[in-house]
C-alpha cells in the first residue's frame, strides 16, 4: 500500500504544481487548438475523413511531446529529481506517479481538442475517444521514461522527439486504424498491448534511468 | 561507515577525484576541506550514491533511507510550499508522526511563519534552513552537507552549529565546508582535499 500511497503523493504534488503555474496545460491545449484551426483552414474543402482523422493523431501527438517536454522542468530545477531518488520509496513510484499527472493533463488538453475537431472536421466516435485514451496511456507510459531520460540533458527539447517518435508510430498507426477501420476492435487491441508492453519496460527500467 | 579504496571519478577527460582511500567510522564527524573544484561536492555525491566511481572501490554501510544529503541546490520543488515539500517528502521518507516532526522542525529553523509560502519567494537563507530541514526530517544516521553555512546569516549559522553540535557523536557527519573553523571542535577527522 506504501507504494500506492507514494504514487498518488507524487502525481498530487504535479498536479498541484500545475494548477499553480498552469503553464503545461495552457500551452498544450493552445498548440492543439491552434494546429486544428490551421488544419482547418489549410485542408481543401473535398477532404476526405481518413485525412483528417490522420491529422488529428498528428495534432495530438505534437501536443503530448510538448507537455513531455515539460514533464520533468520542476525537477530539474534545483535538481529535485536527486532528493526524490535518494528517498527510500520504490523508484518506479516517480515514474509511477508523474506518467499518471501526464495522463491528466492530455486528458484535459483532449478534452478542449476533440469537440474542436468535432467543430472543424468529423464527429467524435467513441471508437476515436477508446483510442484516446489508449493512446495516452501508452504516450505518457513511454514518453515520462524518456522525458527522464532527457531531461540530465542540454538537448533535451531535442533529445525528446527524437527518442519518442519512432515509438511512438505504432499508436499513431494504431490510433487511426481505430478511427476509421470497419474493425477497429482489432486496432485498440493493439494499443492496449502497446500500452502493456511498454508500461513494464518503463516500470522497469525508470530506476536505471535515473541512477548512474 | 564509509570506506573508499583509490576512489576515482572522472567528468569526461577530466579527473576530479584520484586514488582517495578514506575511512570514517560511525559517529564520525568528517571535515572535508579544498579549493572550488577539488572534488569536494562530487565525494559527496558519490557518498549519496548519486554518481557512480569511475574508479576503485566505495562501500557506504547505511540504507538509502537513513542517509540525509544537503547539496549545493536545496532540492526542493520551487513552486510548493516549505510545509508542502516537507510533507511530501516525510511521506516518502515514512517519518513516524510526519507533521510534529516537521512542525518542530520549522520552529527549530525560524521558517514556521513562512511554511505557507512558496519557496520561490524565500531568500538564498531561507531556502538553505529549508534545505537542513528536509536533510534532518527523516532523523538520517549519515548526514552528508555540502557546504551547510552556505547562505546562511549570522544567526542561521550560530543556529547550525547548534544542531552540528547536538548531532556530533550520535550521528556520523561528512562535512564539507570552506569554514573549518567553525566545526573545528566537533571534528574526529580531516580530509583536504587538493
Known sequence: MNYFSD???????????????????????LFVVATLVVFSFSLPAQTEAEASYGLLWVALLF????????AFAAEREQRVLDGLVLAPCDRSAIWLGKALAVVAFLALAELVALPAFALFFEPVTWELVAAVVLADLGLAAV??????????????????????LPLAIPIVV?????????????????LALYDLIFAILSWASFEYVVTE | MIRARGLGRSFGTKRVLRGLDLDVAERDVLVVT???????????ALCAGLLAPTAGELEIEVERGRLGYLAHEPLVY??????????????????PERRERIGMLLERFDLWEARHERVSTYSRGMQQRLALCRTLLHDPDLLLLDEPYAGLD????????GELAALAGERTLVVSTHEPERIARLATARLALA
Open chain 1, 174 to 190: 494504431g490510433g487511426v486504424g481505430a478511427s476509421i477501420s470497419d474493425d477497429p476492435g482489432r486496432f485498440l487491441g493493439f
Open chain 1, 7 to 29: 504514487v498518488g503523493a507524487l502525481a498530487r504534488k504535479d498536479l498541484r504544481l500545475e494548477l499553480r503555474s498552469r503553464d503545461t496545460f495552457l500551452s498544450m491545449v
Open chain 2, 34 to 44: 579544498g579549493p572550488n573544484g577539488s572534488g569536494k561536492s562530487t565525494l559527496l
Open chain 1, 63 to 70: 501536443t503530448a511531446i510538448l507537455g513531455l517536454t515539460r
Open chain 2, 78 to 95: 520551487r513552486e510548493l510550499t516549505a510545509l508542502e515539500n516537507l510533507e511530501l517528502y516525510g511521506r516518502l521518507y515514512r517519518v
Open chain 2, 154 to 161: 549570522e544567526a542561521g549559522g550560530v543556529l547550525l552549529d
Open chain 1, 143 to 164: 514518453g515520462t521514461l524518456l522525458a527522464a531520460m532527457a531531461a540530465a540533458s542540454r538537448a533535451r527539447e531535442l533529445l525528446l522527439p527524437l527518442l519518442l
